[in-house]
């Protein structure tokens, strides 16, 4: 359960979406991504890519930076 919690919070302070960016990296590793990659899966990679718009995380009204 820590994980996953870490996982979605590093997701949010990299601005990307938590759900659509477990789902877009699970996905690719279900698909094949290669374990030699696995830290472009990572949210701080995902932030510095071209991520899929459903996974760029808009700041709402009183997001903590």
Do not use: C, F
């Amino acid at each position: 359960m820590a994980t996953i919690a870490s996982l979605i919070e590093t997701a949010k302070l990299n601005d990307v979406e938590p759900l659509s960016y477990l789902t877009d990296a699970l996905i690719k590793i279900m698909k094949g991504h290669p374990n030699s990659q696995l830290d472009d899966l990572l949210a701080w990679a995902y932030a510095a890519s071209t991520m899929p718009a459903t996974v760029r995380r808009p700041l709402a009204t009183g997001d903590a930076r």
